[in-house]
């Protein structure tokens, strides 16, 4: 009989929540809050779901983790790769509970394809990043799953605010995720269940509290009820792995950098004929969905077009982006959401682009870009911090950062999307067992060596979270680190291809 529900829900703050709570819409998580703990969660920075949902799986910050960012450059060999599960150099919580026996099902935790181990239970693997197929553990839940006709994704990529159709089905995704959720805990019994709603987050960043956002919301608050009614007993754990805010300022951060001289680019006479008429992937990609030759399209355009047609609106993002960098003349390069890279290696530069950038303003709202701007051994601590960004500033909430390079502006007052990450999201916590309160804010890094802690189960040396003090029971004492048998792995193009649609690769 499960024991411990934990419901991550990807993007949520209180703040985010607090209207339709106020107004009665969320009448579920209006009493689980009622009765139960509740906090402001930190995430780590950058405040994106990868790494942070790592961060939370593994209870430990980035620098102990080598991943940082949807991707992650190399500067010098001059390459970019994304992450997968197996680029994470850590040992999740689930596989300390299975040492002492204690079983586990996780349900579409992001960052978890190629599907992780899981000893006793099961795993299937979370978008973004994840592919229809091979994505359980054990793999006959996959056909399970299938006869379901479970999706991990939306039918057609949510590109744009007009997406209406798009977003409809994304509500009806997470209706179905929660009720497939449902199901496994009904007929797979385990003693800890954790499911992400990660597409909720996907609604927000291009509605933020419009109708489809608030309709999914109520989708997700009914879930929770049937949950609750039908497990009483159980420790609820409600969480996020960052938080949201309505955005005022879309800052090109490479943009910056060029006009500060810290970044020299090139164009291709044809790239630039397209970008002044407006000819990208993304235009391309959705005429192609509605004429149904998406895949078509794809497979038959030579690699030389591809090279040289623009990522989006944005302009160049991923490989194509690195090409448009003139290595030999250039210093610095950004990725997206608050990260740096200094290619030169000096430390006068980092100084110089730290001291800027501290004091930057929006041209729009004239807020500071920035809340901090910090070096990676200030932001980061453990064995692989030299493999992080340089330079990591935390975006002050109504600024989104874009790593595109293309033809636009530093600042302007219109994105594609409509909110962005913020650090703080959301922490509840309702069961019986539950007497102690979480105190006003936490580390994400807090929520593993908690759920350690109430199956009495030894916290890792290695880990940086605490256990919060929920229960009436000893603190459970500590124990070597796990270290798993991985394989780095790259993504392959397809997973790349779903990060841009989603906005996530810029």
């Not at 940082?68 to 689930?94: Q, V």
């Not at 929660?178 to 385990?190: A, E, G, K, M, P």
């Not at 609604?203 to 109520?218: G, V």
Request: hydrophobic share 35%; net charge negative.
């Amino acid at each position: 009989m499960v024991e411990s529900i934990i419901l991550g829900l990807d993007g949520a703050n209180w703040d985010l929540l607090s209207p339709w709570l106020e107004s009665g819409k969320l009448p579920n998580i209006q009493s689980l809050r009622d009765n139960g703990t509740t906090a402001d969660l930190e995430s780590c920075l950058p405040p994106v779901t990868c790494p942070n949902w790592r961060c939370y799986s593994t209870g430990k910050n980035p620098g102990k983790l080598g991943v940082y960012w949807w991707e992650k450059i190399d500067a010098e060999n001059r390459t970019l790769s994304t992450p997968t599960s197996k680029s994470f150099k850590s040992a999740n919580y689930w596989d300390y509970l299975a040492a002492d026996d204690i079983s586990t099902g996780i349900f579409n935790l992001p960052m978890t394809y190629p599907p992780l181990p899981v000893e006793d239970g099961y795993l299937a693997a979370g978008g973004p990043g994840s592919e229809q197929d091979d994505y359980t553990n054990p793999t006959e839940l996959e056909l399970e799953l299938n006869e379901r006709g479970y999706r991990l994704h939306p039918n057609s990529p949510i590109t744009s605010q007009e997406d209406e159709s798009v977003a409809d089905d994304i509500v009806d995704l997470i209706d179905e995720r929660l009720t497939t959720f449902q199901s496994l805990l009904d007929n797979r019994d385990v003693d800890v269940a954790h499911c992400t709603v990660f597409y909720i987050n996907v609604l927000q960043h291009y509605f933020w509290r419009d109708e489809p956002t608030a309709r999914a919301w109520q989708v997700i608050d009914e879930h929770i009820g049937e949950i609750r009614a039908q497990y009483p007993e159980v420790t609820l754990y409600l969480m996020s792995d960052h938080g949201c805010a309505e955005i005022d300022t879309m800052f090109y951060a490479n943009r910056w950098l060029e006009e500060e001289g810290f970044l020299k680019t090139t164009v291709s006479s044809a790239t630039g004929v397209l970008e002044r008429f407006e000819i990208n992937k993304q235009r391309i990609s959705k005429l192609a969905d509605k004429l149904g030759a998406r895949r078509l399209i794809a497979t038959l355009a030579p690699e030389q077009i591809k090279q040289v047609v623009p990522e989006d609106d944005e302009g160049a993002k991923r490989d194509q982006k690195l090409s448009r960098i003139n290595w030999e003349q250039s210093r610095a390069v950004a990725s997206g959401q608050g990260l740096i890279y200094v290619l030169d290696g000096r430390k006068k530069t980092r100084e110089r682009i730290v001291e800027k950038l501290s004091s930057l303003q929006s041209s729009i709202s004239g807020t500071p870009i920035a809340q901090s701007v910090r070096t990676r051994e200030e932001t980061y601590e453990g064995p692989y911090v030299s493999e992080a960004p340089e330079i990591v500033f935390d975006q002050t909430p109504g600024i989104h950062t874009s790593g595109a390079i293309g033809a636009n502006p530093v600042f302007e007052d219109i994105s594609h999307w409509s909110a962005e990450n913020v650090r703080t999201g959301l922490f509840l916590a309702d069961g019986p067992d539950v007497i102690e309160s979480a105190g006003d804010r936490i580390s994400i890094t807090d929520v593993a060596p908690t759920i350690l802690h109430e199956h009495g189960s030894a916290i890792p040396t290695d880990i940086d979270g605490k256990p919060l003090e929920l229960f009436d029971r000893q603190l459970p004492g500590e124990r070597g680190p796990i270290v798993p048998d991985f394989v780095d792995q790259r993504s392959g193009e397809s997973v790349q291809n779903r990060l841009e649609d989603l906005g996530y690769l810029q």
